[in-house]
């Protein structure tokens, strides 16, 4: 696992280019944690009701609680229901292929399928069980989400969520490494000056939430039955990470977005340390998509617990992708974008890489780059139209003097991470 470091490379390198051929970017000085909790709406999820026939009168009820939630302004759950009465309606192919292919056969009692938000690479299934009043519940609040929510308004950066394994030396060895270096990293590390962060624009200065650098633990049992679907939520977020038997942490941010996770003997210093850098480093990209990472479910109205922030840009949207579920039509029509399905987008290449715990090794980041629907912002032209739109020779040649400096610390970045091997 090389996190940020050859993948890191390969998926930056096009960002890169980007960058350098721009006139009118610019990098934001505001945090990557802040300015995700300032601007990122969190993605919905669909829970999806499978049923055969009438509901009963009390599956009725808790079908029509789970379907206010997302407009009661006391839950607002990043959530889109749907029902499926497997008796009346048709067999849909795109249900088949997210839930498998019995999926109308061995329904025995009214289900919830919690399906991960459109265009993550995610998943594409969260969690699936009985349609119960515990379930419907436990599926937008448990413990652990009203802590990590509480943390992040009181102004930490990022809580860690530590998922163990099972196996009591694993889980305290990972639980022990975690708290020696977020402590000494909350000390070491240092956000860039506040009156830079504050002179922003993008930075919402009547936010009540403190801007201060801020990390916290929180370790999730996922045998408790109120956490067991937040613990799933959070297994499922990355390929593989269920299966592997170890102890994975990962770090929650802005309205409760997940970082990608590190597993194992993955839980060490540096990683700890480069996903920290991360997430308070500044905001380069304000595109969501552009950023690793999926959202998770809360039930919270973040627009009125993060108030006064400055609108963003109208020329860099929080645009919405396509990805597994594009032509799964769970959505209100008015809620997301068309999609087009002839390309689903999901090629093996920009899926979230398998974490190998056995070695001593870091994850890649992968940054899902061009899996946007909409079209690229004006403010990131190519570098031939910026050549081709100026006459002056000076421009061309700071640009060219910009590629060649691009390419040398490329070079050299990838020349000491092989001697490194």
């Known amino acids: ?30 945090p990557v944690f802040r300015y995700a909790l300032e601007h990122w709406h969190p993605d919905p999820y669909r829970a999806v009701i499978l049923h055969r026939g009438t509901l009963s009168e009390e599956d009725e009820k808790l079908v029509a609680k789970l379907e206010a939630m997302p407009t009661d302004p006391n839950t607002s759950a990043n959530m889109i229901v749907r029902r499926v009465d497997v008796e009346q309606d048709e067999e849909s192919p795109d249900l088949t292929e997210l839930l498998g292919p019995d999926y109308r056969e061995s329904l025995e009692s009214p289900e919830i399928a919690l399906l991960y938000p459109q265009g993550s690479l995610s998943g594409p299934l969260a969690w699936r069980g009985r349609l119960t009043a515990e379930n ?8 652990a989400r009203s802590q990590i929510t509480d943390w992040i308004l009181a102004g930490e950066s990022a809580v860690w969520v530590l998922v163990g394994a099972g196996d009591a030396v694993a889980d305290k060895l990972a639980e022990e490494t975690l708290r020696t270096q977020l402590d000494l990293l909350e000390n070491e590390l240092k956000l860039r000056d506040m009156e830079i962060i504050e002179a922003e624009s993008q930075f919402g200065k009547e936010t009540k939430v403190e801007l201060r650098l801020g990390l916290k633990l929180l370790v999730l049992d996922r045998t408790d039955p109120k956490e067991k679907i937040f613990a799933a939520m959070l297994l499922r977020s990355e390929e593989n990470l269920e299966e592997l038997g ?12 997940a970082f990608l996770a590190l597993a194992g003997k993955g839980i060490k210093r540096r990683n700890i340390e480069e996903s920290c850098r991360f997430l308070i480093g500044d905001c380069s990209c304000e595109v969501k998509r552009q950023n690793p990472g999926v959202d998770l479910l809360f039930a919270l109205n973040w627009d009125e617990q993060v108030v006064g922030s400055a609108g963003v840009d109208p020329t860099l949207p929080d ?34 890489p398998t974490i190998d715990t056995q070695q001593d090794k870091t994850p890649p980041v992968t940054l899902h780059v061009a899996r946007e629907s909409a079209e690229t912002p004006d403010s990131f032209s190519t570098a031939d139209e910026t050549a081709s739109g100026s006459s002056s020779f000076g421009q061309r040649l700071t640009l060219w003097l910009a590629l060649l400096i691009a390419l040398g610390v490329v070079f050299a970045a990838i020349a000491t991470v092989r001697l490194r091997l």
């Not at 993948?7 to 000085?29: D, E, I, Q, W």
């Not at 419907?136 to 413990?143: F, G, I, M, Q």
């Not at 597994?324 to 899926?351: G, R």
């Open 136 to 143: 419907v519940d436990a599926l937008v609040r448990s413990p």
């Open 1 to 30: 696992m090389f996190f940020l470091k050859t993948r890191f490379l390969s998926h930056m390198l096009p960002v890169c280019f980007l960058l350098v051929f721009t006139t009118g970017a610019y990098a934001c000085s505001v």
């Open 246 to 257: 170890q102890p994975v942490a990962i770090p929650v941010y802005g309205r409760g977005r």
């Open 319 to 352: 645009l919405v992708g396509i990805g597994l579920y594009s032509e799964v039509s769970l959505d209100e029509p008015s809620s997301e974008p068309n999609s087009d399905p002839a390309n689903p987008q999901t090629e093996e290449s920009d899926k979230n």
